[in-house]
Each structure stands twice: as structure tokens, then as C-alpha cells.
């Protein structure tokens, strides 16, 4: 089973988008809130991303609710999950 790590805050939309089509997929995921600046200084360090979510699947950044939903839509998201 692949890792899936999942950086967000607790007010942003789109991190709440992203969880329901993982959610809605069963993948397990582990969410990392970054409301703390040592927490957020972690995600850009291992994401590149400044804004939230940051999604990476073992371990390789995929970038945000965006980018997630582009994946999902051309199919590419399911073998992601499926390594």
C-alpha cells in the first residue's frame, strides 16, 4: 500500500476538497496540520509548495487539490495509489 501524506490547514477549502477525493477513494491518508511555522517550514522544505494542501504519495510532492483532481481526471491517480 502506498504512503499518502496530506499538509493542510483547518480553514481551507481546498484541503477539504482534496480529503473528500481521497476520502471517497478509501485511500488512507496521513493529514499534517501546518497552522505551526516549524510544521510549514517542513512541508515547502519536502513539497516545494508554499500554499496548502501539499500532497505527496510516497513520497514525491504532486501539488495541491489542483493538481490531485487533474490526476483523478485523467486516470493517472488510481495507479498512483495502486504502486
Request: glycine letters at 6%; hydrophobic letters at 40%.
Amino acid at each position: 500500500m502506498v504512503s499518502v501524506i496530506i499538509y493542510t490547514t483547518a480553514w481551507c477549502p481546498y484541503c477539504v476538497r482534496a480529503k473528500r477525493l481521497l476520502d471517497a477513494k478509501d485511500v488512507k491518508y496521513t493529514e499534517i496540520d501546518v497552522s505551526k511555522p516549524a510544521v510549514r517550514a517542513e512541508m515547502v522544505a519536502l513539497t516545494g509548495g508554499t500554499t496548502v494542501p501539499q500532497i505527496l504519495i510516497d513520497n514525491q510532492a504532486f501539488g495541491g487539490c489542483d493538481e490531485i483532481h487533474a490526476l483523478e481526471r485523467s486516470g493517472k491517480l488510481n495507479k498512483l495509489l495502486k504502486k
